[in-house]
């Protein structure tokens, strides 16, 4: 109240300016999630295979809503919902944040084009929506755990993965599966190096170190993704594209957990920050960069949301002042801060627990 009749203080600015001010504190998360996208798109841009461009399904986990709609492998998706010819990026962004909504696709198999309905369910780990499909792509060997099987065996990192006792690897989420129903019998890779394949027997080691027990083979996998470069016009394009895209899924995310289709576990607070940070790190600079940029989105995003306390909350408030013609009354004002102060420390305290129930699962 000291401050009122000082030219100086917020409250003697005009509305208008109050509200640019309120503004640019999201704006400035805006400008840098796009910089650091920016920057790391002209410098390594992972390009999406074809199959991932034109939205071919590689892999459909059993029993899964994608399952129980009838798709399989190699058809590919000529519509999901108001989406035409989407990407597999597309495809798991409209999936994540689609859980107990039914989703109309559109798909082809061979000659034939059909409809068929997918609810995607929610996955108690992640909190996010899943159809239990997989885009079709090569499967390389990111990381060969010392000692385990596939070290024995002589896999290496970079080995591209053909197939397992004679099923084509099309997602690593074959590998996995062949694997756990082998229930430790040897499994039989074939792999490529410098262009030359060659067959080799893996007996997989039972491990409960990470969780429950389950036969693995030491192997970290990634998808074979063809790094390129980008113009700094083209990285820019790109890098809002992506911004645009990540803040459309935010707020879908956050309508789902209004209507309670959503689970707020995938929320992260500051020690789960802090865990990504530092796996963040140990991955390299870019991932790095990577990451601050989708911090700094969510944060902008956030502060946006129209609760008392925060930027958001200011700007709505400015607004109704613009329409009234008139200030609220401080003691309305303190009113209101308070209920946005009380429910902000609510959101920290279950932040805080979700994060702490992460680290400890059992």
Do not use: C
């Given at each position: 109240?000291?401050?009122?009749?000082?030219?100086?203080?917020?409250?003697?600015?005009?509305?208008?300016?109050?509200l640019i001010i309120a503004f640019a504190g999201?704006?400035?998360?805006?400008?840098?999630?796009?910089?650091?996208?920016?920057?790391?798109?002209?410098?390594?841009?992972?390009?999406?295979?074809?199959?991932?461009?034109?939205?071919?399904?590689?892999?459909?986990?059993?029993?899964s809503p994608a399952a129980k709609a009838g798709?399989?492998?190699?058809?590919?998706?000529?519509?999901?919902?108001?989406?035409?010819?989407?990407?597999?990026?597309?495809?798991?962004?409209?999936?994540?944040?689609?859980?107990?909504?039914?989703?109309?696709?559109?798909?082809?198999?061979?000659?034939?084009?059909?409809?068929?309905?997918?609810?995607?369910?929610?996955?108690?780990?992640?909190?996010?929506?899943?159809?239990?499909?997989?885009?079709?792509?090569?499967?390389?060997?990111?990381?060969?755990?010392?000692?385990?099987?596939?070290?024995?065996?002589?896999?290496?990192?970079?080995?591209?993965?053909?197939?397992?006792?004679?099923?084509?690897?099309?997602?690593?989420?074959?590998?996995?599966?062949?694997?756990?129903?082998?229930?430790?019998?040897?499994?039989?890779?074939?792999?490529?190096?410098?262009?030359?394949?060659?067959?080799?027997?893996?007996?997989?080691?039972?491990?409960?170190?990470?969780?429950?027990?389950?036969?693995?083979?030491?192997?970290?996998?990634?998808?074979?993704?063809?790094?390129?470069?980008?113009?700094?016009?083209?990285?820019?394009?790109?890098?809002?594209?992506?911004?645009?895209?990540?803040?459309?899924?935010?707020?879908?995310?956050?309508?789902?957990?209004?209507?309670?289709?959503?689970?707020?576990?995938?929320?992260?607070?500051?020690?789960?920050?802090?865990?990504?940070?530092?796996?963040?790190?140990?991955?390299?600079?870019?991932?790095?960069?990577?990451?601050?940029?989708m911090v700094s989105l969510n944060l902008a995003?956030?502060?946006?949301?129209?609760?008392?306390?925060?930027?958001?909350?200011?700007?709505?408030?400015?607004?109704?002042?613009?329409?009234?013609?008139?200030?609220?009354?401080?003691?309305?004002?303190?009113?209101?801060?308070?209920?946005?102060?009380?429910?902000?420390?609510?959101?920290?305290?279950?932040?805080?627990?979700?994060?702490?129930?992460?680290?400890?699962?059992?």
């Amino acid at each position: 109240e000291e401050t009122v009749d000082d030219p100086r203080g917020f409250l003697a600015k005009p509305r208008w300016r109050r509200l640019i001010i309120a503004f640019a504190g999201p704006a400035m998360n805006i400008v840098l999630a796009v910089g650091l996208l920016t920057g790391m798109y002209m410098v390594r841009y992972p390009k999406m295979p074809p199959s991932a461009q034109e939205g071919i399904i590689g892999y459909v986990a059993p029993d899964s809503p994608a399952a129980k709609a009838g798709i399989k492998e190699g058809d590919k998706i000529l519509k999901l919902d108001n989406l035409t010819n989407p990407n597999w990026e597309d495809i798991v962004l409209k999936e994540v944040a689609s859980a107990g909504r039914t989703l109309n696709v559109k798909l082809q198999r061979g000659d034939k084009e059909f409809w068929t309905t997918v609810t995607p369910v929610l996955e108690d780990r992640t909190g996010l929506g899943s159809a239990g499909w997989q885009d079709l792509t090569e499967v390389l060997i990111a990381q060969v755990s010392p000692g385990m099987p596939a070290d024995k065996a002589g896999l290496q990192p970079g080995d591209l993965l053909i197939s397992a006792n004679g099923l084509p690897l099309r997602s690593q989420f074959r590998l996995h599966e062949i694997i756990r129903a082998g229930a430790g019998k040897p499994v039989e890779i074939e792999v490529e190096r410098n262009g030359e394949r060659r067959m080799t027997s893996i007996q997989p080691a039972f491990s409960d170190r990470d969780g429950p027990g389950r036969w693995m083979i030491g192997v970290i996998l990634q998808p074979r993704v063809v790094m390129t470069q980008l113009a700094f016009t083209d990285a820019f394009r790109e890098s809002v594209r992506q911004n645009v895209k990540s803040a459309t899924v935010i707020y879908q995310f956050l309508h789902g957990m209004v209507e309670r289709r959503m689970s707020p576990k995938s929320l992260e607070g500051p020690i789960g920050i802090a865990r990504l940070s530092g796996d963040a790190a140990r991955q390299g600079a870019l991932a790095f960069f990577g990451l601050m940029a989708m911090v700094s989105l969510n944060l902008a995003i956030f502060n946006l949301l129209p609760i008392p306390i925060l930027d958001g909350g200011v700007i709505v408030m400015l607004l109704v002042e613009m329409l009234m013609r008139r200030d609220l009354s401080l003691r309305v004002k303190e009113a209101v801060f308070k209920l946005g102060f009380v429910f902000l420390m609510a959101v920290m305290v279950f932040v805080l627990y979700n994060d702490i129930s992460k680290m400890f699962p059992g």
